[in-house]
RNA sequence: GCGGAUGUGGCGGAAUUGGUAGACGCGCAGCGUUGAGGUCGCUGUGGGGUAACACCCGUGAAGGUUCGAGUCCUUUCAUCCGCACCA
């Protein structure tokens, strides 16, 4: 055997595997199937090492699976529309679709040496029109089955660029390129009725066993369900139509405490005290400035104006409170108008204090006085007594205090009780141009008139473009301009274009039949559906895949999806992201300076490591790339404190930081199998890894001596005796074991730290009998799944038969896994005093017998009478004095 | 503001889920190999303490439960992520 030279063996077996079409996914009845899927990438450019360890991962599974004998579908293709593409073109100029084409061109390259298992004949790009056209079908039937409608929505307007901009060009209120301050604006959008399923997108969380906890109580919290009392107050001096004014409160409990009401900005009162009083509009749009993202709306400071209009309290005809117009009031949850109980509500309380409105308290703190007023008591459902309560919700605390007074209110007649959600309908309109066009038209004559089905797709214009902000689709006469398709008038194409995350809520069900001539085609559908295994960053925890349940939900009520896929991810993984260490400088004005790791350079100095920059080092006349420092030159720079560089550990991987790796270089250097492996080895997958030169340099080393090793068994006669066979034998059963269930586990990082055991035991054992062949081609199965090319040179060294990548997985003998004795600690109250090796099944009695007989156990119990004696079979003693 | 998470040696992390804290890897140190450096091989490596043992301390901090706590409970501090038009 030869030198390790990762490029030719990983040329030589990514062509041995292309040629004998292992990972081409087979729709066979007669194999149970297994579907991974990672999070299909945007074509920004290049891959970065967040990709290398997201499709290492899938890839880990998917060989793993395949060698446990199902049929496994891998695909990979291009979450390929958005807003980079045009900020490119507008930035260089140039065509968004031939940005993206090229850019996943590139990609595409840059993955194929990392071997990984992908069918890539079922790749496609979100922004084919064959994959968008099947959209637009989906989006006409979700049109007829009632999921689909239009209404207004408010935006981030920029009124200079006069463009609607996302939250992510808000910048401190302001647009990114205008740097004007933006205004919300109300528009008309085209909307999905998630909300229909808002009560079974939760209730179905509870089945979702293989996902993550902290996700499905993210996506709980986000569907966000409340049970409440909504109610209307009655007005006084309200302009006409105003009558009343419908509430929601979750806390009706508190009614007696309320102090004044407040409605939304946007809420139809607000707007019509607008129309008619200019002090008002003058608040109401200084309401409306800046950004329309939660973030901002909420961390605002509160502002409030009295609007003269005042209610009657539902339970006091006489007592009268003030209705305000509240920046916080927001007109997207409940019905945008709230009662104010400042008491206890922490919200309510700030602004009350504010506007000096009264606080009164509905119960107080168990053995506090009565007069609590003018302050804030947080609610602790277990220790409050209630003062201010109504008839019938007196001695009630917590959630029953809740519910009792919806009952009371019931009772009453003055509203009912209402279960309402947090989670919004969700918007889909995008005044963009590379995006899915929405397939609608209007007609002065018929209104809103669908496209028929035959002329899809709609495709997107290619002549357009990007000298002046805004939608290129607007400004596009023989594209916009129609004729109806329903009467034949003269009309309008809808310009707006689908939100992305459209795109990325059914690609998984496209990648089972990436041809159809319909959105799916349900045999194969119901052949390869469920995601049996999904992979992706946290950052998608919730709108994606919310977004995604919802889809499959649509898919299924319009024929798309058989009912069995509406949950369409059986297991999800969530992982971290690829970070690296900052070089960081600072310069005159105490800015940070940042270095590229090519110019730093870290030393030993007195077993101490100091990072200093290579240009310092050339001042001080010491050759920045020799190896040779001398002890001089060292204590000089230990002296110049200024010379050193700021380590900054663990930050995420960025352009302006300096500190992105790129994968390609990594490649060219050690291989794939070296990126492969050291991604997965150093930190729990769901965590961040570090990025570390010396750790990639460790895992290449690590390599090569594998292979030098089986080399030198390979040259070594048959049958030379080595070490104990048994051993080997064990040795290799273990390792089995604990790869598997760290395979299964998803605890990547604990399989490779039992592949280094494993491997330092056979570096040990130095033979060539028929046992040490064996732990070695088990060795190269258990490798596979992550460093496949390695694999298959050393399985086919070793006489392994066929593919390493198309062998069974290796089984291990449970009769190899027990151990017969046991090693057994001693403590004494509670330290570790001692310890003895009994057999594995000795009985407890037998035991104490022995631990008792330890000259180190009657040393320390010096004749103290034993108060206890605990045995944990097979664990741990402990004896208590 | 709301929601979710994470804190263990110089570093990444492990700990059979309440039972020997620090597996495995990096780094560092010593020895060997080498003309030298790198490579490679062996050994050591939580802190204090000792000639070496012994012993003491130790899982962000402070309390608590327990024969026994990194793991459970209470309080607290710090850091990171998401927030509906980034993907």
């Known amino acids: 055997m030869s030198r390790y030279e990762p490029a030719v063996i990983e040329a030589k077996w990514q062509q041995a595997w292309g040629e004998a079409g292992v990972f081409t996914a087979r729709h066979d009845p007669l194999r149970p199937k297994y579907y991974v899927l990672e999070m299909f990438p945007y074509p920004s450019g290049r891959i970065h090492m967040g990709h290398v360890r997201n499709y290492t991962m899938g890839d880990v599974v998917a060989r793993y699976k395949a060698a446990q004998g199902f049929s496994v579908l891998h695909p990979m293709g291009w979450d390929a529309f958005g807003m980079p593409a045009e900020n490119a073109a507008m930035e260089r100029g140039g065509h968004p679709k031939d940005w993206t084409y090229s850019n996943i061109a590139v990609m595409k390259e840059q993955m194929k040496p990392l071997g990984l298992s992908i069918d890539w004949s079922r790749e496609f790009a979100t922004c084919d029109p064959e994959y968008y056209g099947q959209q637009q079908a989906m989006f006409l039937d979700m049109m007829a089955a009632g999921l689909v409608y239009r209404k207004a929505a408010v935006v981030n307007w920029d009124p200079v660029d006069m463009t609607v901009l996302a939250n992510e060009q808000v910048i401190d209120g302001r647009g990114w390129r205008s740097n004007a301050l933006v205004e919300r604006r109300e528009l008309t959008q085209w909307f ?120 009657r309290h539902p339970l006091d005809a006489g007592w009268e409170l003030p209705v305000y117009i509240a920046n916080f009031v927001l007109m997207d949850y409940g019905t945008g108008a709230i009662f104010g109980c400042p008491a206890h509500d922490a919200r309510d309380y700030e602004f009350a204090t504010k506007y000096g409105l009264p606080i009164e308290a509905v119960f107080v703190g168990e053995g506090e006085a009565d007069g609590l007023t003018e302050a804030y008591v947080p609610m602790k459902s277990e220790k409050v007594r209630y003062v201010r309560g109504f008839a019938g919700a007196e001695v009630q605390t917590g959630e029953d205090a809740v519910t009792a007074a919806i009952a009371e209110c019931e009772r009453r007649g003055i509203g009912q009780g209402v279960t309402n959600y947090r989670l919004r309908d969700w918007g889909i309109s995008r005044q963009r141009y590379w995006g899915c066009p929405i397939p609608v038209v209007h007609c002065a004559v018929c209104g809103v008139v669908p496209e028929k089905k035959a002329n899809l797709p709609i495709r997107l214009p290619d002549d357009v473009t990007f000298d002046i902000p805004g939608n290129p689709l607007d400004r596009h006469p023989t594209w916009r301009d129609v004729s109806c398709p329903k009467c034949g008038a003269a009309a309008r194409r809808e310009t707006d274009t689908m939100d992305t995350f459209v795109d990325s809520s059914w690609y998984f069900a496209r990648f089972t039949a990436p041809h159809a001539v319909t959105p799916t085609d349900m045999t194969e559908a119901a052949y390869w559906m469920n995601v049996d295994q999904y992979i992706g960053g946290v950052e998608h925890a919730i709108l994606h895949l919310l977004y995604s349940r919802f889809f499959a939900r649509a898919m299924n009520k319009t024929g798309h999806l058989p009912v069995e896929a509406i949950e369409p991810f059986n297991a999800l993984f969530t992982q971290g992201m690829v970070t690296h260490e900052i070089y960081k400088t600072t310069d005159e004005a105490g800015r940070p300076v940042y270095h590229l790791p090519e110019d730093i350079r870290k030393l030993a100095i007195d077993g101490n490591v100091v990072t200093v920059l290579k240009s310092r080092l050339a001042e001080i006349d010491v050759d920045p790339d020799s190896s040779d420092v001398s002890d001089e030159a060292l204590s000089a720079i230990t002296l110049l404190a200024d010379l050193q560089v700021e380590v900054v550990p663990s930050a995420k991987m960025s352009k302006s930081k300096k500190n992105v790796v790129d994968p390609m270089n990594i490649i060219a250097a050690f291989g794939a199998d070296t990126a492969r492996w050291f991604v997965m080895s150093d930190s729990p997958p769901e965590r961040d890894v570090e990025w570390t030169a010396s750790g990639a340099e460790a895992t290449y080393k690590h390599l090569s001596r594998l292979w030098t090793l089986c080399g030198r068994i390979g040259d070594m006669p048959a049958d030379h005796k080595g070490a104990d066979d048994d051993l080997l034998l064990r040795a290799t059963a273990r390792a089995v074991h604990e790869v598997t269930q760290g395979i299964e586990g998803f605890a990547f990082n604990k399989a490779i730290a039992k592949l280094y055991e494993f491997t330092n035991i056979l570096a040990k054992a130095d033979g060539s009998t028929p046992a040490m062949k064996l732990a070695i081609r088990t060795l190269a199965q258990l490798m596979c799944p992550m460093t496949p090319h390695i694999a298959e040179s050393i399985w086919t060294f070793q006489g392994g038969a066929g593919l390493c990548a198309q062998a069974a997985w290796p089984k291990a003998d449970p009769a190899l896994l027990v151990d017969t004795t046991v090693i057994l600690p001693i403590q004494i109250n509670g330290k570790r005093r001692a310890e003895i090796s009994v057999p594995k099944d000795m009985a407890a009695s037998e035991v104490e017998k022995i631990a008792l007989a330890n000259e180190d156990v009657i040393k320390f119990l010096a004749g103290q009478p034993v108060k206890k004696f605990i045995v944990v079979p097979g664990r741990i003693i402990n004896v208590v004095i």
């Open 192 to 311: 999905f009725k998630i909300s229909d399923y808002s009560g079974e997108l939760l209730a179905a969380l509870d089945g979702l066993k293989d996902w993550p906890e902290k996700v499905r109580l993210m996506q709980a919290n986000w569907i966000g369900q409340s049970r409440g009392l909504q109610f209307g107050f009655e007005t006084v001096a309200a302009p006409a139509g105003f009558a009343r004014i419908e509430v929601y409160t979750t806390r009706p409990d508190t009614l007696m405490g309320a102090s004044f009401a407040a409605i939304s900005p946007d809420h139809p009162l607000a707007k019509a005290l607008e129309a008619t009083d200019p002090v008002i509009a003058a608040f109401v749009a200084e309401c409306r400035r800046g950004g329309t993202s939660a973030e901002v709306l909420e961390t605002a400071e509160k502002l409030g104006m009295d609007t003269g209009v005042r209610v």
